[in-house]
């Protein structure tokens, strides 16, 4: 796992704290369900390699990074690992996650704000106060907008972590992205293994609506 990080440009101290975490995230996932990724190799891949591309996206130093729906802590705790200036905020409902989070990122030298929350329940206490907010494998475009623009302040970065059907969910979204106040400025492709992936960049240009997000049932139900 080391040798790919360093192989892949990550400096040795960071490549460093990223393996331990998968050595811990490995160890842990025998007992809570927190990945389908068990080979070193493809978790640093797959996990690291994968979530850092969140840097090259976007201009990360300095800035205030909610990750919605991070479960086991991606792409946050990468990000975190790598772009230290930066202040994390992980987010995520299932408390058993966080609270692993909590215990292990001490041992990693990692500072993050971990917070165990539904996505449209906690921005009533942080509405559009974040520059970029991140989001990876958690639902289509359409919804993930709702959940997500509205952490962001004006000219806040919305990034989407996606795969093959990245363009397709853009098109889907545009009503979605336009009504929240987004603007999508590009659709970052980079390689990971012998696939393509995607981060669909989505600039906010406009305050999001009062009346979003939705309870989650209803956005669900019937997406913007």
Not at 28 to 57: G, R, Y
Not at 64 to 79: K, L, Q, S
Not at 104 to 120: F, S
């Amino acid at each position: 796992m080391y040798k790919i990080l360093t192989d892949g440009g990550i400096a040795p101290e960071k490549a460093g704290k990223l393996t331990r975490f998968g050595e811990l995230l490995i160890e842990k996932n025998k007992v809570m369900n927190l990945t389908a990724i068990t080979e070193p190799e493809k978790v640093a891949h797959l996990h690291f390699l994968d979530s850092l591309a969140v840097l090259q996206a976007a201009d990360c130093k300095d800035k205030t990074i909610i990750d919605v729906g991070c479960g086991a802590g991606f792409p946050g705790v990468p990000v975190a690992i790598c772009e230290e200036s930066a202040k994390v905020t992980l987010l995520d409902s299932l408390q058993k996650r966080m609270n692993w989070l909590r215990e292990i990122l001490p041992e990693l030298g990692v500072e993050a704000d971990v917070v165990a929350a539904r996505a449209e329940e906690y921005v009533t206490s942080c509405r559009e106060t974040f520059d970029i907010c991140t989001s990876r494998a958690v639902a289509r475009l359409n919804v993930l907008a709702e959940l997500c623009l509205p952490y962001l302040k004006l000219g806040g970065k919305f990034l989407a972590l996606k795969g093959a059907m990245a363009q397709e969910e853009a098109d889907e979204a545009k009503t979605a992205i336009k009504t929240l106040g987004g603007e999508i400025r590009e659709i970052y492709e980079y390689p990971v293994l012998d696939a393509t992936h995607r981060i669909v960049v989505i600039e906010k240009v406009r305050y999001t609506p009062k009346q979003y997000p939705r309870p989650f049932a209803k956005i669900k139900q019937k997406p913007l």
